[in-house]
């Protein structure tokens, strides 16, 4: 990371494209945009560039640059950066490739640019560049959408083609910034974002990545963005894997690198997008209204199939709800209506008021007046090429109109993007509404910023450094270490195969054997429940002999109302996690499981049980229910468990957490630990 700041690089006053024709395209974008500052294009060969007088190098330029687009080869490029060091200059942004992304092949040059680099801010290498809107500065080597603008959002994007298509969007985003990150050798996209965070005319920031290098660091950014009122928007894409991870228990199969980074951004306050329209309505209706607190919106619409379709899309997205209207919300809208209405939220409001500005004014306005966060209308307007829109025209003066009079959020969707015109979409942002495209993207963006409303962010520690290899415990070595954290374990013995029989009679009947030293005992044969005698006991160790010379026998747990897995894994990045889910031999198969970053309150415990289906049953179902308090203790126990021993734990695996019913706990039925010895 580059010490100085970004200011002078992101907003300069002077700027030297160093190059070819690259140089010269950058020289016209600036000029095109209006850049008002000085322009110093360098090239030994030309004497002009665009219109401007050449330099034949850095050294001859009238000034220090603030920002110097480095358009040459990776060669000449790692010179023109120390270069720019030695004299002062503000920052660069280096467009060639060859570097990082060649893997071995690029990391002597790769080391070479950061030396060079020093203490300057380095945009790049194998970047596109920077646009800013608000200063009118194309650090840019080709065409682009954008205009300028007076605040807006910012784009960081890992990817410089998806940036200029970004730029050409016609959803009526105010794009303020776009910074290409490219291999963030030198300053990387966590010095970015916390630029932006700084200027206020940003409003929200967008960031399209396949990962981030320093998670801890983008965390205690990420929780100062939220505390400050600055949303971030994440549509991460690509699942590669940050290090090698071991496989042999359950747990770590559940924990893809993908789901550690849903488990971030639900941390630190981050909306997360699935999709590129999705990310462009998510951060417009981030940088416009902020978090939904409550998730309750009102919907109208003059039809009934609009309103079907609406209460469908809400009912897939759990940060989302239609509340009911009470008895004076319904008598207020009902006042301003045909007597053949039927008062709901979603609204059908027909066509009687159509064209009626006071009429469906007044209806906006008691719809607005509704206790939610947002009111929707659902408002398709036809091709103005194949249809007279004039009439539409009322329809949205009505709802600006009831908008300056409640104050209300609200925001207009159209089912179909191509329904919404640009210029219609411009004029609704100028007024105060949010113009949303598509009714799935819409609530897309609507569940993405209810979700992110109740977090509480918290930063991640830096993840523990790996010293030496790790050992796997027993089963019995395992429980023993967990019992003494104080989780519930159920009552057993090991011994060799020939005295299973015996050993068994003094714990009593029923009891479970187990193949000692086996991983997935179950899949290996190495697992006998319900055996109710010592010849049976004695007849299935036998039978285990070819797997194991140990057995361990335990107490048989019965009213179990369900089977939990509870689990830790350790990624290089993200340091420990808590893994939950459901549990016993179908984990896998039922991909029914939540993951926690460590440290964990009991609330996030009790928020993540909640939102699996195995949860369902512990908080009863169909007559049953589970002991979720005991639940909720031995989860508890397993993550101070592990954060007491962040050091040296590198997995847990408890499957299966048997659930008994309510008053009666949890048992810790099976377990791995895989630890450093220290």
């Given at each position: 990371m580059a010490s100085q700041s970004l200011d002078r690089l992101l907003s300069p006053r002077s700027v030297a494209v160093v190059g070819g024709r690259v140089a010269e395209s950058v020289a016209g974008e600036l000029l095109k945009l209006g850049f008002t500052g000085d322009i110093w294009p360098v090239n030994p060969k030309r004497e002009t560039m665009a219109g401007l007088a050449c330099f034949a190098s850095l050294d001859d330029l009238p000034g220090i640059p603030d920002a110097t687009y480095i358009g040459v080869s990776r060669e000449a490029a790692v010179q023109a950066v120390r270069s720019l060091h030695v004299m002062g200059a503000g920052g660069a942004i280096c467009h060639a490739a060859g570097f990082s992304e060649l893997g071995d092949g690029g990391t002597p040059l790769n080391d070479a640019l950061i030396k060079a680099a020093g203490d300057m801010p380095v945009i790049g290498p194998n970047c596109w560049g920077v646009l800013n809107l608000l200063d009118r500065t194309a650090l840019w080597p080709d065409f682009h959408g954008c205009e300028p603008v007076d605040r807006g959002v910012a784009i960081l994007s890992q990817?410089?083609?998806?940036?200029?298509?970004?730029?050409?969007?016609?959803?009526?985003?105010?794009?303020?910034?776009?910074?290409?990150?490219?291999?963030?050798?030198?300053?990387?996209?966590?010095?970015?974002?916390?630029?932006?965070?700084?200027?206020?005319?940003?409003?929200?920031?967008?960031?399209?990545?396949?990962?981030?290098?320093?998670?801890?660091?983008?965390?205690?950014?990420?929780?100062?963005?939220?505390?400050?009122?600055?949303?971030?928007?994440?549509?991460?894409?690509?699942?590669?894997?940050?290090?090698?991870?071991?496989?042999?228990?359950?747990?770590?199969?559940?924990?893809?690198?993908?789901?550690?980074?849903?488990?971030?951004?639900?941390?630190?306050?981050?909306?997360?997008?699935?999709?590129?329209?999705?990310?462009?309505?998510?951060?417009?209706?981030?940088?416009?209204?902020?978090?939904?607190?409550?998730?309750?919106?009102?919907?109208?619409?003059?039809?009934?199939?609009?309103?079907?379709?609406?209460a469908d899309a809400v009912e897939l997205r759990p940060h989302l709800s239609l509340p009911d209207l009470s008895e004076d919300e319904q008598e207020a809208i009902r006042a301003t209506l045909n007597g053949f209405v039927d008062i709901t939220n979603p609204l059908d409001y027909h066509t009687f008021i159509w064209a009626d500005f006071e009429a469906m004014k007044q209806t906006y306005a008691a719809m607005m007046r509704v206790d939610a966060d947002m009111a929707c209308l659902i408002y398709d307007i036809p091709r103005a090429d194949r249809a007279d829109t004039a009439q539409y025209d009322i329809g949205l003066d009505a709802w600006i109109a009831a908008k300056q009079e409640t104050g209300s959020a609200a925001g207009v969707i159209a089912t179909l993007p191509e329904c919404l015109p640009?210029?219609?979409?411009?004029?609704?942002?100028?007024?105060?509404?949010?113009?949303?495209?598509?009714?799935?993207?819409?609530?897309?963006?609507?569940?993405?910023?209810?979700?992110?409303?109740?977090?509480?962010?918290?930063?991640?520690?830096?993840?523990?450094?790996?010293?030496?290899?790790?050992?796997?415990?027993?089963?019995?070595?395992?429980?023993?270490?967990?019992?003494?954290?104080?989780?519930?374990?159920?009552?057993?013995?090991?011994?060799?195969?020939?005295?299973?029989?015996?050993?068994?009679?003094?714990?009593?009947?029923?009891?479970?054997?187990?193949?000692?030293?086996?991983?997935?005992?179950?899949?290996?044969?190495?697992?006998?429940?319900?055996?109710?005698?010592?010849?049976?006991?004695?007849?299935?160790?036998?039978?285990?002999s070819a797997i194991s010379s140990d057995v361990l026998i335990e107490e048989m747990i019965t009213g179990t109302v369900c089977e939990l897995i509870v689990g830790v894994t350790r990624d290089p990045q993200f340091g420990l996690?808590?893994?939950?889910?459901?549990?016993?031999?179908?984990?896998?198969?039922?991909?029914?499981?939540?993951?926690?970053?460590?440290?964990?309150?009991?609330?996030?415990?009790?928020?993540?049980?909640?939102?699996?289906?195995?949860?369902?049953?512990?908080?009863?179902?169909?007559?049953?229910?589970?002991?979720?308090?005991?639940?909720?203790d031995a989860v508890e126990t397993v993550a101070r468990f592990a954060t007491d021993n962040a050091t040296t734990l590198e997995e847990l695996d408890i499957n299966p957490l048997m659930v008994l019913a309510p008053g009666k706990g949890a048992i810790a039925a099976d377990a791995l630990i895989r630890i450093r010895q220290i």
């Open positions: 990817s410089g083609n998806m940036a200029i298509n970004f730029t050409m969007q016609t959803r009526a985003l105010p794009l303020a910034m776009v910074i290409t990150v490219g291999n963030q050798t030198v300053t990387d996209i966590n010095d970015m974002i916390e630029a932006l965070l700084a200027d206020e005319r940003i409003t929200a920031i967008g960031i399209h990545t396949e990962g981030i290098a320093d998670v801890a660091r983008f965390s205690e950014i990420a929780c100062k963005a939220h505390a400050t009122g600055k949303p971030i928007v994440a549509l991460k894409t690509g699942a590669s894997e940050k290090g090698a991870r071991a496989t042999i228990s359950h747990t770590a199969t559940l924990a893809g690198s993908d789901r550690f980074y849903d488990a971030l951004f639900a941390r630190t306050g981050v909306a997360r997008a699935r999709s590129v329209p999705a990310f462009i309505e998510t951060l417009k209706l981030m940088s416009a209204a902020g978090p939904l607190p409550s998730g309750r919106i009102t919907s109208l619409s003059c039809s009934g199939g609009e309103a079907s379709l609406m640009e210029a219609t979409a411009t004029r609704l942002c100028e007024a105060g509404i949010t113009p949303l495209f598509g009714l799935d993207e819409a609530l897309d963006a609507m569940n993405a910023a209810a979700a992110v409303a109740d977090c509480s962010p918290r930063p991640l520690q830096s993840p523990e450094v790996a010293a030496c290899p790790a050992d796997i415990l027993t089963e019995q070595a395992s429980k023993t270490m967990l019992a003494q954290a104080g989780l519930r374990i159920p009552e057993s013995t090991s011994c060799p195969i020939p005295e299973a029989g015996s050993v068994a009679a003094g714990i009593g009947f029923p009891v479970v054997l187990k193949a000692s030293g086996v991983a997935h005992k179950t899949e290996a044969g190495g697992v006998a429940l319900n055996l109710e005698t010592s010849e049976q006991v004695q007849a299935a160790a036998d039978a285990m996690a808590l893994v939950i889910g459901a549990g016993g031999i179908l984990t896998e198969l039922l991909d029914d499981s939540a993951i926690i970053l460590l440290p964990a309150s009991r609330t996030d415990i009790a928020a993540a049980l909640e939102t699996l289906k195995v949860g369902r049953l512990i908080n009863g179902y169909r007559g049953k229910a589970g002991d979720l308090a005991a639940t909720l």
